[in-house]
């Protein structure tokens, strides 16, 4: 699959409606032909001085297109630092880059917590080994070394044995719901495709502008 299949042509970026369908198209290719992680993105927040800091997460869903106050979910360490700016300042900003079709998303917007529910039943399908990792990190603190993140990984792997592993107090997820979604396709010459998608508020219609690359 290349940059210029028809699924992808500029038309499609005006005539639809919401920019969700166009994500999922998007998504889908990318799950085709991304050798590793297609739903990994990039998260953008501010911290309490004002300065950025951005990393990479994984999308662990998207939740049904048009419905006001949804979107795109990830989840997280809430005492980590991440999770502590969006806690303080609950908007972010989100990009998926797609090396191998030459394209990428950016997306605005406002942060919610999900409910106790989706974070328990998120976390239930997490490997062991992962929810074991969930308690022995204290992400983004001072480690002395690789020994003792080993030793919390055995304090906690001793102390649920065999049975369940609750989910973590801090651990739980964030909902980005979005108010702008941009798609960017590579074109020759540098003339790359660029249509941005925006709406004044979370149950307000889409509007559609095509931009300058």
């Given at each position: 699959?290349?940059?210029?299949?028809?699924?992808?042509d500029?038309?499609?970026?005006?005539?639809?409606?919401?920019?969700?369908?166009?994500?999922?198209?998007?998504?889908s290719?990318?799950?085709?032909?991304?050798?590793?992680?297609?739903?990994?993105?990039?998260v953008?927040?501010?911290?309490?001085?004002?300065?950025?800091?951005?990393?990479?997460?994984?999308?662990?869903?998207?939740?049904?297109?048009?419905?006001?106050?949804?979107g795109?979910?990830?989840?997280?360490?809430?005492?980590?630092?991440k999770?502590?700016?969006?806690?303080?300042?609950?908007?972010?900003?989100?990009?998926?880059?797609?090396?191998?079709l030459?394209r990428?998303?950016?997306?605005?917007?406002?942060?919610?917590?999900?409910?106790?529910?989706?974070?328990?039943?998120?976390?239930?399908?997490?490997p062991?080994?992962?929810?074991?990792?969930?308690?022995?990190?204290?992400?983004?603190?001072?480690?002395?070394?690789?020994f003792?993140?080993?030793?919390?990984?055995?304090?906690?792997?001793?102390?649920?044995?065999?049975?369940?592993?609750?989910?973590?107090p801090?651990?739980?997820?964030?909902?980005?719901?979005?108010?702008?979604?941009?798609?960017?396709?590579?074109?020759?010459?540098?003339?790359h495709?660029?249509?941005?998608?925006?709406?004044?508020?979370?149950?307000a219609?889409w509007?559609?502008?095509?931009?300058?690359?």
């Amino acid at each position: 699959m290349t940059a210029q299949s028809p699924s992808s042509d500029v038309a499609d970026f005006t005539s639809a409606e919401d920019p969700f369908g166009l994500f999922e198209t998007w998504y889908s290719e990318a799950q085709a032909s991304e050798i590793n992680d297609p739903n990994a993105m990039a998260v953008a927040t501010v911290d309490g001085e004002g300065l950025p800091n951005v990393r990479m997460v994984l999308l662990k869903g998207l939740d049904e297109a048009g419905v006001a106050g949804r979107g795109f979910v990830f989840y997280t360490n809430f005492e980590g630092a991440k999770g502590q700016e969006i806690l303080a300042n609950p908007k972010v900003a989100l990009l998926f880059h797609w090396k191998s079709l030459r394209r990428q998303i950016r997306i605005r917007g406002t942060v919610t917590v999900v409910s106790d529910t989706e974070a328990d039943a998120y976390y239930a399908s997490r490997p062991r080994l992962s929810r074991i990792g969930a308690w022995a990190s204290q992400q983004s603190r001072p480690l002395e070394g690789k020994f003792a993140l080993e030793a919390q990984v055995a304090k906690y792997t001793a102390k649920f044995g065999l049975g369940d592993i609750p989910r973590p107090p801090y651990w739980s997820g964030f909902r980005v719901t979005p108010v702008e979604i941009e798609f960017w396709r590579e074109a020759a010459f540098r003339l790359h495709d660029r249509v941005v998608f925006r709406r004044g508020a979370e149950a307000a219609p889409w509007t559609t502008t095509r931009l300058f690359p």
